[in-house]
C-alpha cells in the first residue's frame, strides 16, 4: 500500500512540474502602441509548445482572432469576442497569424511562432486587405532576425 501511495505523489509532482513549465505571455490589444495605433503589443510572440498566450483587452473595441489560412495543419484555432480577455495554450508548432475583426484592414494583426515555423511559407501564402499586407510582411521580417523569445 505505502508503494502505491509513494507511486501516487510521485506521479502527481511530475503533473505538477510539467504544469509548472509551462509559460503564460500576455498580449495587449491597444488602441496606439509603440508601433502606431491599432496594434496588438507585443505583435510577434515566440512560444514553446504547451505555453498560454493571454490577450488582453486593454482598450475598448479589440478582439483577437485566428485567420484560417495561417495555422499549422491539427493547430489551434479561436475567435475572442470584442471586449474580453482570451488564453488560448498552444500544443502544435508553426505560425499563428491573427487579427483584430473590426481593424484587419488598418493592419491590427499579430503572430505568434510556437516552436519551430513549420508552416511559414504557407503562412506567407496567406492574402490580407489593406495595412494588413505590410503589417504581415514586416512581421514576417522581424521572425527571420528573431533567435529568442519576444514575450
Do not use: W
Not at 509548472?20 to 510572440?45: I, W
Amino acid at each position: 500500500m505505502r508503494k502505491v501511495i509513494v507511486l501516487g505523489a510521485l506521479v502527481a509532482a511530475l503533473g505538477f512540474a510539467g504544469a509548472a513549465g509551462a509559460a503564460e505571455v500576455e498580449v495587449k490589444m491597444l488602441n496606439k502602441g509603440t508601433d502606431g495605433v491599432m496594434v496588438f503589443e507585443p505583435a510577434l510572440v515566440k512560444i514553446n509548445p504547451g505555453d498560454t498566450v493571454k490577450f488582453v483587452a486593454s482598450d475598448k473595441g479589440h478582439n483577437a482572432e485566428i485567420i484560417d489560412a495561417m495555422v499549422p495543419e491539427g493547430g489551434q484555432k479561436f475567435v475572442g469576442k470584442i471586449n474580453e480577455e482570451l488564453a488560448i495554450t498552444f500544443d502544435k508548432p508553426g505560425v499563428y497569424g491573427y487579427k483584430c475583426k473590426p481593424h484587419y484592414g488598418m493592419g491590427m494583426v499579430g503572430m505568434i511562432v510556437v516552436g519551430e515555423p513549420t508552416n511559414a511559407e504557407q503562412a506567407k501564402a496567406a492574402t490580407h486587405p489593406g495595412k494588413a499586407k505590410q503589417a504581415f510582411a514586416n512581421l514576417f521580417d522581424k521572425l527571420a532576425t528573431t533567435t529568442t523569445a519576444a514575450k
